[in-house]
């Protein structure tokens, strides 16, 4: 007699849907042998990246070798299903991949799902599977002294991210270079959202890559956007019989959004080694921002969205350069509000809707949020170019013009600056958000003794009208900053500015972030800002 499939997979109760470490469809990780004149891929990983059975649960690290010239790259997929950070160490699974590794590989570090689990759990019936998996909490250095219940040996249990460390300074030391990637996402929904990563891992893993000076692969980003974009029916075809493990179809999802996240790092670390479908996938164009998202998403959250000026470069002050956006989080208690600043240099009130910025932070707005949006600084520039198409036209109308965009290559009708502030304040508005539009700050240019301002037939004039018109909370940030600057003196504010007119330095970012907190506690209805 033929058991049911699931059966002779071994897996649980959907109320316990965890499989067991060694199950027939977790098999011993195949790297296949190695061109040792070639650089290797390695992979360091769980379920979500190790070959399953090929059909009802299958990880990306499957497909993943497909998407790459076999003549110019080897790849090694060492995932193993049911593995932690710690468990991947401590079994001996990291030194078997790295005894393999040699100078000018890479290596992708991907763990999470199983981080979570109990440190040393007993097994609660004879059916569970004896696991002590779990590593501590956060990035820290904290430890716990335990007799490993599994081994029945001593052993010190430390944290995610001191795991994490210990493999990237071991793949250093080898000559090579580590790639922190993000878990993969489950089909877990809320309220038409779905879950953006177990639990705190990829927060975690975003702020060691930037601590350790890695690159980092938003994978978790990457595959909630996809799924948010085709919806739960759809994204229930891409996985098997539990919520965390994706079928064939779904690996090679994730295994393209990797790739594509790969291609997206700034400087660059794979050219030329693609295969024809390789080749074919696009590059993640804003992994390399580290754009945040909610830290605690129970709670209400200030999201920013504009340029340079509030975001500069990835948000780590590039060039000493530093925008308001960053700072702000500082006069805010980070236990009630989330300050989530999406404000990305470079564009303007309309290319940051056309590039799907603004449908992309949609997703992460709820009901009670707040958007405050300043742009302005970028919108003069030209309406059509090969470089960067973001000019707006004058004025708050309804006057439009069409274009065929010279660096899209698409026909587009572009609008007023007023227009697209109107749509940022109406569809926040539809989705329960508050919407707060500010004025451009002023830049470093003076005249007979004052800043000149942006007012009357400029931005920030023309910003007050929307606002005005829309009943939208309005913050004349133009006129505050620029009467702090002449209180100060040109001298004074020399030293608030990393270039000759625009961008701030960190100290000129923290006087302009003051100022934006202090007109938000005015604001009559800003609750979160009191």
């Not at 505050?480 to 500015?497: C, H, N, P, Q, T």
Request: proline share 6%.
């Amino acid at each position: 007699m033929r058991l049911p499939l699931l059966l002779c997979l071994g897996f649980l109760s959907a109320s316990a849907q965890t499989p067991a470490p060694d199950l027939v469809i977790n098999p011993v990780a195949q790297t296949g042998r190695l061109d040792s004149a070639l650089p290797t891929l390695f992979i360091a990983g769980d379920s979500t990246a190790a070959r399953g059975n090929g059909t009802y649960q299958e990880g990306w690290g499957a497909p993943f070798a497909d998407y790459f010239d076999p003549a110019k790259l080897n790849v090694a997929n060492h995932a193993r299903g049911g593995r932690s950070s710690r468990t991947f160490i401590t079994e001996g699974h990291w030194a078997k991949l790295l005894a393999e590794v040699k100078a000018g590989d890479f290596v992708l570090i991907q763990f999470g799902h199983n981080d979570g689990g109990a440190i040393n759990e007993e097994p609660p019936g004879s059916d569970r599977p004896l696991r002590a998996r779990g590593s501590l909490p956060g990035l820290g250095d904290d430890a716990q002294a335990i007799v490993n219940a599994l081994t029945q040996q001593p052993e010190t249990v430390r944290t995610f991210g001191a795991y994490l460390r210990q493999m990237i300074a071991d793949a250093q030391a080898k000559g090579a270079t580590p790639v922190l990637v993000s878990p993969t996402v489950r089909n877990l929904w809320t309220d038409g959202r779905v879950e953006r990563g177990p639990g705190a891992y990829r927060a975690w893993k975003r702020l060691l890559a930037a601590e350790q000076s890695v690159a980092f692969v938003d994978l978790s980003r990457l595959v909630a956007d996809h799924y948010q974009s085709i919806g739960p029916d759809r994204v229930r075809e891409l996985f098997g019989g539990d919520h965390t493990h994706t079928n064939a179809a779904g690996a090679e999802l994730n295994a393209t959004l990797v790739v594509s996240g790969l291609k997206g790092l700034r400087p660059a670390l794979l050219t030329d080694v693609f295969s024809p479908s390789g080749a074919a996938v696009a590059a993640d164009t804003i992994g390399w921002l580290n754009l945040p998202e909610p830290a605690d998403p129970a709670l209400p959250s200030l999201f920013l969205i504009g340029d340079s000026t509030v975001r500069n470069g990835r948000g780590d002050g590039a060039g000493g350069e530093w925008g308001w956006g960053d700072p702000l989080a500082d006069h805010f208690d980070a236990t009630k509000l989330n300050i989530v600043n999406r404000a990305i240099g470079g564009l303007s009130s309309r290319t940051f809707r056309t590039q799907g910025h603004w449908a992309r932070a949609l997703t992460l707005l709820k009901p009670g949020d707040w958007v405050i949006m300043q742009f302005g600084h970028n919108d003069a520039g030209p309406l059509n170019d090969d470089s960067r198409a973001r000019g707006t036209l004058k004025g708050t109308d309804d006057e439009t013009e069409d274009i065929d965009n010279l660096l899209t290559g698409r026909p587009e009708t572009v609008h007023t600056y007023g227009w697209y502030l109107r749509q940022y304040i109406r569809e926040a508005r539809v989705a329960g958000i508050t919407p707060i539009v500010c004025s451009p700050v002023p830049r470093k240019t003076w005249r007979d003794g004052k800043i000149v301002r942006s007012d009357g037939d400029g931005y920030s004039g023309w910003a007050r009208i929307v606002a005005e018109e829309e009943g939208a909370a309005f913050i004349d940030l133009n006129a505050r900053i620029a009467e702090r600057y002449e209180s100060l003196g040109a001298e004074a504010v020399d030293a608030l500015f990393a270039d000759a007119h625009t961008h701030t330095s960190r100290a000129g970012a923290e006087l302009n972030a003051a100022i934006v907190a202090e007109a938000l506690r005015g604001l009559p209805h800003a609750s979160f800002a009191r």
